[in-house]
């Protein structure tokens, strides 16, 4: 199957195509921008499915389909979660947060496969989104290191712990300090990936090497990198940890 990608970030767009490769998709065009895809589409026959970012260079995708007629089924990827519902007033079969996954890509292609077959599932999958509260959790954090400025990704981080009034975030045997509170660091992390099992720590799921019982109805967490302080999971958090734990 033929595929168009318009997507701005040059990270993101070459990780897509890689993705969409082992799927044996024919990437014909790469675009990055408002006023090129309406040139492509001008020109050029459309693709069997379309992926297309929200966030051009030079404005919103919704642009685009002022100026020309698309025809092929569109997954569309961004950051936000904002433009959900307006995404669906156009021929629209997934609409996926970044950072997408494999799984996540795998299921959008099967319904832009299916996309000319059953038109029900776009009415249904608008309401499943309608009725779904999209959060876009933090992907990335800011760390000083002297006068230079450290990116690290949130799914590198093993944990989040507090210490002497202050915050820290704790990545590959390294600890860094970080602006944010605990309390409101929890609602920014995806809770599929982090949990909160004291007033003092934030744990990532992968980063988990065991969990052993422990006094009163409690849990020890032992992490894969080891050189951390002991973290006990709370009597009141262990019936829900052990819950996240097998979800």
């Given amino acids: 199957m033929k595929v168009v990608i318009i997507e701005d970030e040059l990270a993101s767009s070459r990780r897509l195509q890689r993705m969409l490769t082992t799927f044996n998709y024919e990437i014909v065009a790469s675009l990055v921008s408002v006023k090129s895809a309406v040139k492509w589409f001008q020109n050029n026959a459309h693709p069997d499915v379309l992926f297309l970012d929200i966030h051009l260079a030079d404005g919103l995708c919704f642009e685009i389909f002022k100026h020309v007629k698309i025809t092929s089924p569109i997954v569309f990827i961004t950051a936000f979660s904002e433009y959900s519902i307006k995404a669906f007033d156009y021929n629209s079969v997934s609409y996926l947060l970044k950072p997408i996954n494999k799984e996540q890509l795998e299921k959008a292609i099967k319904k832009a496969n299916t996309f000319y077959k059953n038109e029900k599932e776009l009415i249904e999958l608008k309401e499943v989104i309608e009725n779904e509260n999209l959060r876009v959790y933090k992907t990335e954090f800011a760390v000083r290191i002297g006068k230079q400025i450290k990116i690290i990704k949130t799914e590198s981080i093993d944990c989040f712990y507090s210490e002497d009034n ?5 990545s590959s045997n390294s600890n860094y300090i970080i602006n944010e509170a605990l309390s409101g660091l929890e609602t920014k992390l995806n809770p599929k990936q982090f949990f909160k099992v004291n007033r003092k720590f934030i744990v990532n799921r992968e980063a ?19 050189n951390q302080a002991e973290i006990i999971v709370s009597r009141e958090r262990s019936k829900t940890f052990k819950s996240w734990l097998n979800c």
């Fill in 208 to 226: 988990i090497e065991t969990v052993v019982s422990f006094t009163n109805s409690r849990f020890k967490i032992e992490l894969k990198n080891r």
């Fill in 166 to 170: 202050a915050s820290y975030l704790k």
